[in-house]
């Protein structure tokens, strides 16, 4: 039996998981500073599926891959640009060795680095970049493509169009906002929650949201936002452990499973469909997450 879409499962009105931070566990395993996360699927295969093993085993129902900087712009850093296919292709094969035929495989798909608004890329340049990640995706059996990080509605407009238009991949598309001193919530490009979101729907994202950048707390304000102005469209929120604090010159993301798990409820409530992790979460606040919305 064929695995539903994300998008019909939640409609039986469940709450799914999602998986927590890759960066981190990935530098516990020995990624080294200004070495390419992307670069594991191909030379460190095994590290890279147990990640997404460890998740699935904490209870998420969907994982992402190993591919938030895969897009060639990223992957040229280092000197692997040609190779952007081939990378992004194992990263959805070992997502789904360990996701197996019963969870879904989210894959990542960050920003590029390239901004529209000073002419460094055109819309077309950035597409096409999308649209060589997507169709890799999908080959490596993805369910979905996670589109996320993103602060420009330009460039997260041109990599859901890119996804849609090569694929049968459902998308998801998520922003980062940050909280003004006027108390609003806004992107690095200064885009708010419902433009963002109407933007990206109006593209054909089938899921919305936001990731990074905040907190469960936080989220809550900004899911209730989404969903005063639409009542339907799904959300995921990928939230941070907490806000970082600077500690002996270290950010440390100070939620516990438990901080976390506790407000997971009133997250669901606010509207949230799918809730995993961002930066500072592991596993164990994956379970917590998991348990506490059973």
Known sequence: MARQKITQALKAGKI?????????FLHKKG????ECPELWCIDRSDDVLDVAKNYIDAGADMVETDSF???????????LADRAAEINEAAAKIS?????????VIASIGPTGKMLVTEEVTEEEL???FKTQAIAFEKGGADAACIETMSDIGEAREAVKAVKENTKLEVICTFTFEKTVQG????????????????????????????????????IEIVSQMRSVNKTIPILVHANAGLPKNVDGKDVFPETPGDMAALAPRLAS???????????????????IKESLS
């Open 16 to 24: 799914l998981i999602s998986d927590g931070a890759w960066g981190t």
């Open 31 to 34: 990624l080294k500073p200004g």
């Open 69 to 79: 900087g895969g897009s060639c712009f990223k992957l040229s850093h280092y000197g």
């Open 96 to 104: 789904r060795k360990a996701a197996g035929e019963d969870h879904w």
């Open 127 to 129: 597409y096409d970049a």
């Open 184 to 219: 609003e919530y806004r992107t690095m490009m200064g885009v708010d929650p419902v433009s963002a979101m109407n933007a990206v729907i109006e593209a054909g994202a089938d899921i919305v949201g936001a990731n990074c950048g905040n907190g469960i707390e936080r989220m």
């Open 270 to 288: 606010a509207g949230a469909n799918i809730i995993g992790g961002c930066c500072g979460t592991t596993p164990e606040h994956i379970k917590a």
